[in-house]
Each structure stands twice: as C-alpha cells, then as structure tokens.
C-alpha cells in the first residue's frame, strides 16, 4: 500500500504525513510539496511512477478567503485536474481523497446534505440578491467557488472518490494551540486592538469550528471508508454561534490586564445592508486602519448571514471513533493562547 499526499508542505498535508507514518499501516508515503511538485506547472505530475499507488489525499490547495480569481482557478481547480489526471493513470488506486471546505455549499441556506451541490455560478457582491433557483450555487468568494469546482472535477472522473469538506481550522487541537494563522485568527486580532467595533452578522449563525488533530483523525478514517461525501465536522449541538463565539473570546481578553486597560468595547453586530454600505463608503476616503480591518473581514462577511446545518451522518458511520472538541472550551482556550502569545510573537 502506498499513499500519496499533495500539499505535504502546507498546514493539514503535513498533519496527515505525519499521522500516516505513525500509523505504519500504510506502507510507504510519498509525500508533494510545492518544492517536489508545483501544481500550477502543467504536467508536472506526468513523470510520477504510478505502480502500486493505492490511495491520493489530495490537500494542495490555497484556503485563502480574499483569494482572486486567477490563483484561485490555477491552484484548486487546475491542480486537482493534474492530480485526477494522475490519479486515472495509476492501475492499484483504490481511493482519491480530495480535501474540501463546507463552504461550498456556497450561500445557501438551511440544511446541507452530504452529497454534491448544483450548477456553479461565480462569486457576487455582498448584499445582493439571492437566487431561488435551487440548482444554482453562489459563492461568497473565489475560494468557495474554486473548491466547488475541484469537487466536481474529481466526482466527474469516475474514480473511487471521497470529498471530505472540513469545517474553519482554528487551533491545533483542543489544547487551543495554533501553529497556522488564518482570516478568523486575524479578525480576533483586530478585535482585541479595537479595531473592529462592527462586525457583519448574525448572533445565532452556527459557525462551524475544527482542530487539526479532529481533521486529520477524521481523514484517517475516511481513506478506507466508502466512496462519497463527508462532512468533516462537529454535530449542530457542537457548533458555536456567532454570538457566542464573541462573548466567549472577548471573556478571555478581559483576563489580560492591557485589555481592560485599554475599555474596549465588544463589537455591534451589524445587517449586511448596513455593512455593504458601511464598506463602500469607507473605499472612497484615503485607507486606513478602519478600512482595512473590514476589508480583511469582507471576504466571508456573507457567510455570517446564512445560517447551515452540515449533517454528518455519513461521517459517524465512517468513524466509530468520533470525538469533536467542545465548542465552548475551543473557543476560550484558542483566545487565550493567541493573547498569551500575542498571536505567536512570543512563546
């Protein structure tokens, strides 16, 4: 048995290295870098010898919200067509494990099964109309939709496929530890210096957290499991809402002494009319840090706005072995790791 990682360097590839050679049960792992295989390089992968490969998890990706277009269509959607290229040539394949994001259900609403979404429509501006039509899919971003893209690429190919769509990383695991900063730990930042007095949302959106330890025992799971979709991710009653998430996070900066200091008010959650306004108004006054911390905020500004219900069921089917953090405990201990650290600055 051998498994080939795409992504090997990056945050969730390297976990999952490093899960599967502890493991032992898998034989020999070829792990992708960037430096062993760009991606965005066409037929970069068309010298890999294919003999014995037994299982892909397919994790290069760029997870950036504020993405573009271009890196976004090279990277996850012209990356995973060389890696389903690969894939189709090796003669032992028994699973392609393709690493997705929820979030391409896009922003609809409601409940999202475990199975494919409909036609792609490209990212919009936020605050604009909805479409009801129920077979179209728009994206708050261009990642959202890249992915979207990249999970169709992979269904489309007729391989034993899994998609597993896993939730927002925010600690490494439920210690609250972070060796990987990302848009929320950034949005919390700005939050703690006063940066950010409104915040788009809804106080009762769920927003749907993970570690990396939950998504990599997940995936371990998942690579011999049945074909098809998964939501990697906690049940509703494990997920925080927005509101909370704030209550609990601002709890742990009132601990720190120059935070009290300095009478921070918790933010005003304001309507996305309100926001798209209050955004667009800013972009015609020279940049600022006013500015500038919403623009950080305004890529995935839309999502606070649609409640989703992810079902799992598959996933508990395909894992006996399902724990997720508790919410409420994640939450705090990842505030007060990035304020004790000021986010990884010190030890």
Same mark, same amino acid.
């Given at each position: 048995?051998?498994?080939?990682?795409?992504?090997?360097?990056?945050?969730?590839?390297?976990?999952?290295?490093?899960?599967?050679?502890?493991?032992?049960?898998?034989?020999?792992?070829?792990?992708?870098?960037?430096?062993?295989?760009?991606?965005?390089?066409?037929?970069?992968?068309?010298?890999?010898?294919?003999?014995?490969?037994?299982?892909?998890?397919?994790?290069?990706?760029?997870?950036?919200?504020?993405?573009?277009?271009? /890196?976004? $269509?090279?990277?996850?959607? &012209?990356?995973?067509?060389?890696?389903? +290229? #690969? *894939?189709?040539?090796?003669?032992? %394949?028994?699973?392609?494990?393709?690493?997705?994001?929820?979030?391409?259900?896009?922003?609809?609403?409601?409940?999202?099964?475990?199975?494919?979404?409909?036609?792609?429509?490209?990212?919009?501006?936020?605050?604009?109309?909805?479409?009801?039509?129920?077979?179209?899919?728009?994206?708050?971003?261009?990642?959202?939709?890249?992915?979207?893209?990249?999970?169709?690429?992979?269904?489309?190919?007729?391989?034993?496929?899994?998609?597993?769509?896993?939730?927002?990383?925010?600690?490494?695991?439920?210690?609250?530890?972070?060796?990987?900063?990302?848009?929320?730990?950034? /949005?919390? $930042?700005?939050?703690?210096? &006063?940066?950010?007095?409104?915040?788009? +949302? #809804? *106080?009762?959106?769920?927003?749907? %957290?993970?570690?990396?330890?939950?998504?990599?025992?997940?995936?371990?799971?998942?690579?011999?499991?049945?074909?098809?979709?998964?939501?990697?991710?906690?049940?509703?009653?494990?997920?925080?809402?927005?509101?909370?998430?704030?209550?609990?996070?601002?709890?742990?900066?009132?601990?720190?002494?120059?935070?009290?200091?300095?009478?921070?008010?918790?933010?005003?959650?304001?309507?996305?009319?309100?926001?798209?306004?209050?955004?667009?108004?800013?972009?015609?006054?020279?940049?600022?840090?006013?500015?500038?911390?919403?623009?950080?905020?305004?890529?995935?500004?839309?999502?606070?706005?649609?409640?989703?219900?992810?079902?799992?069921?598959?996933?508990?089917?395909?894992?006996?072995?399902?724990?997720?953090?508790?919410?409420?405990?994640?939450?705090?201990?990842?505030?007060?790791?990035?304020?004790?650290?000021?986010?990884?600055?010190?030890?």
């Amino acid at each position: 048995m051998t498994v080939l990682v795409t992504g090997a360097a990056g945050y969730v590839g390297g976990l999952i290295v490093k899960a599967l050679r502890e493991h032992g049960g898998y034989g020999d792992v070829l792990a992708f870098g960037r430096a062993e295989a760009d991606l965005t390089v066409p037929g970069v992968l068309d010298a890999v010898p294919t003999a014995g490969i037994t299982h892909i998890v397919h994790a290069a990706a760029v997870t950036k919200f504020a993405v573009d277009r271009d /890196t976004a $269509k090279a990277v996850n959607i &012209g990356g995973t067509e060389q890696v389903v +290229g #690969l *894939a189709e040539r090796c003669p032992d %394949l028994e699973r392609i494990v393709l690493l997705s994001t929820l979030y391409t259900a896009g922003l609809a609403t409601g409940d999202i099964a475990e199975e494919p979404a409909g036609v792609i429509e490209e990212p919009r501006a936020a605050g604009g109309e909805d479409d009801d039509s129920t077979d179209v899919v728009h994206f708050a971003n261009y990642y959202e939709w890249s992915k979207h893209a990249a999970e169709r690429l992979v269904l489309d190919s007729g391989l034993p496929a899994t998609i597993a769509r896993v939730p927002t990383i925010i600690a490494d695991d439920d210690s609250g530890h972070v060796s990987q900063y990302n848009a929320v730990h950034n /949005t919390l $930042k700005l939050l703690y210096y &006063g940066l950010l007095s409104l915040m788009p +949302g #809804l *106080a009762d959106v769920p927003v749907a %957290l993970g570690t990396g330890e939950f998504t990599v025992n997940a995936t371990m799971a998942l690579l011999d499991a049945e074909p098809g979709y998964y939501h990697v991710c906690p049940d509703l009653e494990q997920t925080p809402r927005l509101g909370r998430i704030v209550d609990l996070m601002f709890s742990a900066f009132e601990q720190d002494t120059n935070f009290i200091r300095r009478q921070i008010l918790r933010p005003l959650l304001v309507d996305e009319a309100a926001f798209a306004n209050l955004i667009n108004g800013l972009r015609t006054l020279p940049h600022g840090p006013v500015l500038d911390a919403l623009e950080s905020v305004s890529p995935f500004s839309s999502q606070l706005f649609r409640p989703k219900v992810f079902g799992n069921t598959r996933l508990h089917k395909a894992w006996p072995n399902y724990r997720a953090p508790d919410s409420d405990a994640l939450v705090s201990q990842t505030a007060e790791y990035l304020v004790r650290t000021r986010w990884g600055r010190t030890s």
